[in-house]
């Protein structure tokens, strides 16, 4: 009997730690916050994320390094790519090649984060040919065990009959899901937490970034880097955001800074994000 109880008691506590360990893997970091920091020391960079106790991370970039010799720092600070991004010329001419890619790394996601357009000129045309090709793209990436996330810039939540280019592409993305990065869908004039509710089904992974209090906003899919803010302290909804996102069961939510002061911000985003139950 009392072996019976320590085994219950040992299964209980891997159920536990288990539990506990999948909760604190949802928060990543998209390799591009700490793009300036690569140019100096990649290694110390790597062992920076490391040290922050971050495991997971969105990229695909290895900064001028040999992407073996990259792929074998990520393993020493035990960094795992889970997404990478590709570019949209790429997934329209070369699927097979980003599959490839992906698969190098043992990544599961792949994220576009920009649809080619003339200048601020983003119509239905541009919309209906970037479903065309993600729906393309996406079915090849699917068949090879990978799922395809388009990431919104704001330029897409421009009107389109009783919505807007958004709608469109969801209600037509056979193929394909969504990132959602909040702060561009809180600049395009969206509320991120909304937008979330509205399509439960069609993001699977997350960038988290806050906007500095009274930033002027608009749908250009442009702003200054330097309006990123430590999460919790700007006007997006940060906490809706990530209690609605653990609802869902998007597994992983990226912390993304491109500010100057990313180095200094990243430990103060983690420790806000401990304290949202």
Not at 128 to 141: C, S
Not at 233 to 260: H, N, Q, R
Request: with cysteine; charged share 25%.
């Amino acid at each position: 009997m009392k072996k019976l109880q320590l085994l219950c008691l040992f299964l209980m506590a891997i159920v536990f730690f288990g539990t506990t360990n999948v909760t604190a893997q949802e928060v990543g970091l998209q390799l591009y916050s700490l793009r300036n920091q690569f140019k100096e020391d990649i290694p110390s960079t790597l062992k920076l994320i490391n040290d922050w106790g971050i495991t997971v991370l969105e990229g695909g970039d290895s900064y001028g390094m040999p992407e073996e010799e990259f792929k074998g720092l990520l393993a020493k600070n035990n960094l795992k790519v889970v997404s990478i991004g590709a570019g949209f010329n790429d997934l329209a001419n070369a699927p097979e090649e980003v599959v490839k890619k992906a698969k190098s790394y043992g990544a599961t996601y792949v994220m576009c984060a920009w649809i080619p357009h003339d200048g601020n000129n983003f119509d239905i045309s541009d919309t209906q040919k970037a479903v065309e090709v993600f729906n393309k793209a996406g079915k090849i990436l699917r068949d090879n065990g990978l799922k395809l996330a388009y990431h919104a810039h704001g330029f897409e939540f421009r009107p389109y009959k009783d919505g807007t280019l958004f709608d469109y592409m969801a209600q037509n993305a056979k193929y394909f899901d969504f990132e959602m990065d909040v702060y561009w869908v809180h600049h395009g004039g969206e509320d991120p937490l909304k937008l979330l509710k509205k399509y439960p089904s069609k993001f699977i992974l997350l960038h988290l970034k806050d906007m500095e209090k009274g930033t002027k906003k608009d749908d250009t899919g442009h702003a200054d880097v330097e309006t990123n803010v430590v999460l919790g302290t700007g006007e997006v909804d940060i906490a809706g955001v990530v209690a609605e996102a653990k609802k869902l069961g998007i597994k992983y939510m990226f912390i993304e800074d491109e500010c100057s002061r990313v180095v200094e911000q990243v430990p103060k985003s983690l420790k806000y994000l401990e304290g949202i139950k």
